[in-house]
Structure formats: C-alpha cells, structure tokens
C-alpha cells in the first residue's frame, strides 16, 4: 500500500431517527475509523445485525452518518447532511448490494448495459467490455433472460458484473454470496479473484464468513457486535493467485481462522 | 417456467387442448342462454319495456348502413378519447410532480383525497354553468372520472416503489429524470394499467351520461332521444352499441398490458 490511502474513514457514527413513542434507538457504529489503500481487496467481518450494511450504505452515501467523515483521494464527503448526499460520489463508488436490485423488467444484458446507458457512455466498446463480462461469469446464452428467470446465483452474478462493467476506482461489496450454496459461492469466489486480478480495483468486501474473509482479502477489519467497533485487524499474506477451494490447507489459514473467530466471541 | 412445467404440457397436450376447447363451448353456450332469456323476457314484457333482440340487431345494421349510428359513435369516441387523454395526462403528470415536492404533497394530500369523495355527476349543472352547452362541460366530466383512479393509482405506485432499485440507480449515475423515466415509471406500470381497466370504461360511461344531458349527438343522445321517442329498440340498441365498444376498448387494453408487462413472471396455472 503505497502514498495516501484511497478512502479514509474518521469517527464514523451512526444512529437512525428515533421515532414517535419508542426509546432513542441505540447507536449502530460509533466512532469507527480505517483506511483503504489504492488497489486493495479489504474485508470486514462482522455478526449479523453489526451494522455492515448501514456502513457501507453510508460509505455508499445512500444513508446519512450522525457523525464522522468519509474522505475519497484527501477529498471530504458531506455524509452527514441527508440533502448533500452523493449517491456513489459521482460514479466513483460502485455498490454491489445484499439483495442484488436488478430490474425485473430489463434483460439480463439491459440490466448489465444499464450504468452505461445513464452516463452516457454506451458504445461499441463499452458493449463489448459488458460481453465480455458477461462471458466471464458464465451468464453467456442469458442475455434475454429476465432476472426471474435466472438463479440466485446468476442474479449474483448479474449485479456484480453491473457493478464491474462501468469501472468505478472503489467498489463497496454486502455480503454478496452470502445466500448462495457452497458450490456456487466457491465458484463466484473465484470468478471475483479472476475478475479483480484483471483489473485491481479497490475493494471493500462485506461478510460474516470468516473463511470467506481470509480467502479473499489483503487485509481484514473485524467488527463487534453493535455499537460496531474494530476488535482486530489482520494482514492476509496468502500469496496470489489464490486456490479458493484449498484455502483450508494453507499453513497460514488454521491460526488466522481462530484468532479471528476468538475476536468476534 | 420450469422445466418440470414444459415436461408436465408436453406429455399430456390433448387434456388441455380438451380443457381450452370446453371453456369456450361453454361461453358460446352461456351466450346464447342470454339471448334465449332476453328474447322471453322481451315476450313477456312487451316491446315497450324490452325490445325484441332480434329487431334491435335489425336496427343497428340499418343504422350502421344510413350512417347515423357510425356519426353518433364518432362523436362518443371523440369526446371519450379527448376527456380521457385530458384526465390521464393530469392523473400521470401530478403525482410526478408531487414526488419532487414533498413537502405541498403532505399539505394537499388529505384535500385531494376528500375530493375523490364528491360525486362528480352532480358537478355536470354546475359545469353547463361555467362552460356552456358545448363539448366543454362533458369534457370536464369525462376527464374528471378518468383522473381520480389514474391519479390515485400512479400516486400509489410512487410511493411503492422499491427505494432499493432507486438507490442502485442513484449510484450508478442516474440523473432523476432518467430515474421517474425508468424505475418509476416500470415500477408502476402495473398500477397504471389496473387503473386504465377502470378508466377507459369510465370514459365512455361518463361521455354517454354527459350526451343524455347537453348536445344533440352521440350514443348518450341516440338512447335519450330514443326514450323520449318511446322507441325502445333505438334505447337497446344504443346500449348494445356502448357495451360492444367498452368490450373492444378493454381488449386492445389487455392486448397493449400483454406487450408491455412481458417481463413479468406469469402464473402458467392460472392461464389453464
Ligand atoms: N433503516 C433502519 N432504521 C432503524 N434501524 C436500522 C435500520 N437499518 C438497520 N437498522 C439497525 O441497525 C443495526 C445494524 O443493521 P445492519 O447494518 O443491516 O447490520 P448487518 O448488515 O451487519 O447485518 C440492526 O440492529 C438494525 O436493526
Ligand atoms: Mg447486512
């Protein structure tokens, strides 16, 4: 990791509106602080309920923090001003979200052309880049396809070349194989090792698995349970290219694995 | 459809050919056990009550030949289709509008929703007031009883679109208007078109009714022309011809729905 880093996030807190007759609800992140360097593949595992989603959907600035600031390349981004906010900071910040959000009335390749058509930058090279793509994660033969008519898998896959196919320097991952069978998560594992090799974007990957975490990342942030905090921080030396499916036997997996998993008691 | 569906029409094609054939046997049957029960009923009744189905059809084909019957459906279509373009165009427009001002939306809100409570034929006086005896005041009538459902419906719609497909949208770089052109507005296509099924007939309904009132042609005019005429078969077969034409209106509905909401995962049992 080399200069500046690319993202830095400083204090970040966060509790939703209270509403009408209940208890001011308790905070879900409190001053929670890291940084990601250019190119680099940064997980967080966090329990269920820890506060990952609203994270990143503040990180995303698809929600407000009561606190805190998100600053991308030194420059900061006005996150705790509802009004202000800048839904993937011009294009800067792609989203691959929990549920995958593709829409049920475009095709599988309009839905994959979609960021493309509304910046504007639709071409022949662009639509081939978005083949290609669609090639890679073995979705060719269903571009006409509607989103209900594909696996949860292909849904995955479809939301993540989304994501991929219009470039953008950060791309902010939920738990994306989260509700996938082990053989189509490993497989889509791999396909986003192949896919980022290719292109070295950075990654903030999302997950409460902690094999998940370690397999892919550089580096991992552990979170507690709400109000999240960081209880550990762990470089990945594994070297890459990485084999998903044998992970398991890397002398430097076992020790990790119960460190981590010591953490998130 | 899974490929246990297509196995399951594969081997047992014949059942549901059966089965197709059945249904519409049977709605030739229920058609003729009306025209058998309207002809009694005419019977018993006497032609000046209910008229002789078979002299009604006599007249609209004579109609249909003097051309008289072809002007008067002119004249409700047109003002139909005027009313309707005027109410759907405000009943879609509106709540778009809205939807950047939430703020006037919450302070209008409980106005226009009382507002759907007023009858509106009983405005039809009030209308001839203001707007004359012209096409003006049926033009309001129509164009307010097509407004509310769209209105309410498009409004509706709105508010239940997914916030998660917008925010995906936002991200990638959607400018608002591509968002009302795109999520918005296939979000609540559905809602739309349950709403035309309830408008267009209202359309024509509204015309009929604003044509017994004020004006001297059209299908409205035709019947109350009729009934003061004590020509009970001109009454009949100007009903016929409106629901003849209500019927064709919802078909080429159902049709453009078809085209439009391909994309929609359909229920293959329920089509059986
Ligand atoms: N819109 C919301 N309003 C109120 N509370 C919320 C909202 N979204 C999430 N929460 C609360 O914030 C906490 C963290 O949620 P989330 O970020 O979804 O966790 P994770 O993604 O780690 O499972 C949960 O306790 C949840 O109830
Ligand atoms: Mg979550």
């Known amino acids: 990791m080399a200069g500046q880093p690319l993202l830095e996030i400083h204090d970040l807190s966060k509790r939703f509106a209270q509403r009408a007759g209940r208890e001011p609800p308790p905070w879900v992140i409190q001053d929670l602080s890291f940084t990601v360097g250019e190119g680099e593949f940064l997980t967080i595992i966090g329990p269920s309920g820890s506060g990952k989603t609203t994270l990143l959907n503040m990180i995303a600035q698809i929600d407000s923090a009561s606190g805190g600031s998100v600053r991308f390349q030194s420059q900061i981004a006005p996150i705790a001003d509802p009004k202000a906010l800048n839904p993937g900071l011009s294009c800067q910040i792609g989203y691959v979200t929990q549920e995958d959000n593709l829409l049920p009335w475009r095709t599988t390749l309009r839905n994959v052309l979609f960021p493309l058509e509304v910046q504007g930058r639709l071409n022949d090279e662009t639509r081939a880049h978005a083949q290609m793509l669609i090639r890679a994660v073995g979705l060719a033969g269903f571009e006409d396809h509607y989103p209900h008519e594909l696996s949860g898998g292909m849904r995955k896959r479809a939301s993540l070349i989304r994501t991929l196919v219009y470039d953008p320097p950060v791309i902010l991952m939920d738990e ?62 594994i070297p890459r290219p990485r084999d998903i499916r044998g992970i398991m036997t890397h002398s430097e997996f076992g020790p990790l694995y119960q460190r981590i998993r010591a953490e998130l008691q | 459809m899974t ?9 047992q094609p014949s059942r549901l050919q059966r089965q197709y054939y059945a249904v519409i046997a049977g709605r030739i049957g229920l ?21 002789d189905p078979f002299q009604v059809i006599e007249r609209i084909f004579v109609d249909t030949q003097s051309g008289v019957l072809l002007r008067h459906i002119y004249v409700t279509l047109r003002l139909s289709a005027m009313g309707f373009a005027i109410g759907c165009f405000f009943g879609v427009a509106l709540p778009f509008l809205l939807r950047r001002m939430p703020r006037l939306t919450n302070a209008v809100e409980p106005y226009i929703m009382a507002s759907v409570g007023v009858p509106k034929y009983a405005l039809v006086p009030l209308f001839i007031l203001w707007f004359g005896i012209d096409d003006a005041p049926k033009l309001w009538l129509v164009g307010l009883l097509v407004f509310y459902p769209i209105f309410i419906a498009v409004f509706a719609g709105i508010r239940n679109v997914d916030r998660r497909l917008i925010n995906m949208a936002r991200i990638v770089g959607a400018s608002e208007t591509k ?32 044509e017994f009132l004020v004006g001297n042609e059209g299908l409205g005019y035709m019947i109350e022309y009729s009934r003061q005429n004590f020509d009970t078969t001109g009454v009949f077969a100007g009903i016929v011809v409106a629901t003849a034409l209500v019927l064709v209106i919802n078909a080429m509905l159902v049709e453009v729905d078809r085209r439009f909401n391909a994309w929609r995962p359909t229920e293959r049992h329920m089509e059986l």
């Open chain 1, 176 to 237: 994306p194989f989260g509700a996938l069978d082990a053989q189509t998560r490993a497989q889509l594992q791999e396909d986003l090792l192949r896919l980022w090799d290719l292109g070295r974007k950075t990654i903030v990957f999302v997950t409460h698995d902690i094999a998940e975490a370690i397999a892919l990342g550089d580096r991992t942030l552990v979170l507690t349970r709400a109000p999240a905090r960081i209880a550990g921080e762990h470089k990945i030396t």
């Open chain 2, 3 to 11: 490929s246990q569906d297509t196995a399951l029409e594969l081997t």
């Open chain 2, 31 to 51: 058609a003729l056990l009306l025209l058998a029960a309207w002809k009694t009923g005419a019977d018993r009744a006497g032609p000046v009550y209910v008229a």
């Open chain 2, 179 to 210: 968002i009302s052109r795109e999520v918005i507005w296939n979000s609540l296509l559905p809602f739309f078109f349950a709403a035309l099924k309830i408008a267009l007939p209202r359309a024509v309904s509204a015309a009929i009714i604003g």
